[in-house]
């Protein structure tokens, strides 16, 4: 999805795009992309989600829909969304009024670009069983995807999991023409976005001390990428 203007793209605002309209008087955004992805995801993330305990961070939460619909599905953790955004805090907060699941923490604004692991709020449900940044890194720059993953290495417990889900290209290459399309746009849009390499995140998250990927293939030629934390 499209992100933040360029004036912001430094911060990591996820899914504050045009389709997002808001279509409550309480200030609720929506994606029309949730509907479609909504259930793969969760597919994806129940063999590691379903047996856990504690805390996941939602880096990037954009709306809050998923948040609250994430939430209610794994009831028996705590979900804390994150943002940068005012205007997409302001939707995350009317997505947790309206549907009220209570493991869904309020949230939080969260640069990933700066020193987040130490911020209060991030500090204050350390350590996390997961850290999860869902269509992200390609609408941000590559300093993102460097703070989340270092970032992530700090605040995970033992045991841990960083989770990404998006478009990727494989080895320098990208998997569908529909991908390659989306990146041109992407950098048209921003030279500082585009569609990242799984080769370049599994480098940053060896180099922060993660295990090689697990790769759960989604439709719409998405990635879910889990990085355990040892």
């Known amino acids: ?34 509907a479609r992805n909504f259930e793969p995801i969760c597919a994806a993330l129940a063999p590691r989600l379903d047996a856990a305990t504690g805390t996941v961070l939602e880096i990037g939460a954009g709306t809050g ?20 955004d005012p205007a997409q805090l302001k939707s995350i907060a009317a997505w947790r009024s309206a549907l ?37 890194v390609h609408i941000a720059p590559w300093t993102v995807a460097e703070g989340i993953v270092a970032g992530a290495a700090r605040v995970l ?28 746009a992407l950098r048209a ?9 799984l080769n370049a995140i599994t480098a940053l998250a060896k180099r922060a001390g993660f295990a090689p990927p697990e790769i759960q293939r989604m439709p719409a030629n998405n990635l879910t990428v889990f990085f355990d934390y040892p």
């Open 1 to 34: 999805m499209v992100g933040v203007g360029e004036s912001d793209s430094h911060r990591c605002s996820a899914r504050n795009a045009p389709e997002n309209n808001p279509s409550e008087d309480d200030g609720r955004l929506y994606s029309p992309v949730v």
């Open 65 to 84: 829909q998923p948040a609250a619909l994430f939430s209610k599905r794994f009831s028996h953790l705590t979900w804390l969304p994150s943002d940068p």
């Open 100 to 136: 009220g699941p209570p493991n869904l923490a309020e949230g939080i604004a969260l640069d990933a670009t700066a020193d987040w692991p130490a911020l209060p709020p991030v500090r204050a449900m350390a350590p996390y069983h997961a850290i999860y940044a869902s269509n992200v």
């Open 157 to 184: 417990a033992a045991g841990g999991v960083l989770i990404f889900y998006g478009p990727f290209a494989e080895g320098g290459c990208h998997t569908a023409d529909s991908n390659a399309s989306f990146d041109r």
């Open 189 to 197: 849009k921003n030279p500082a976005w585009g569609v990242r390499d």
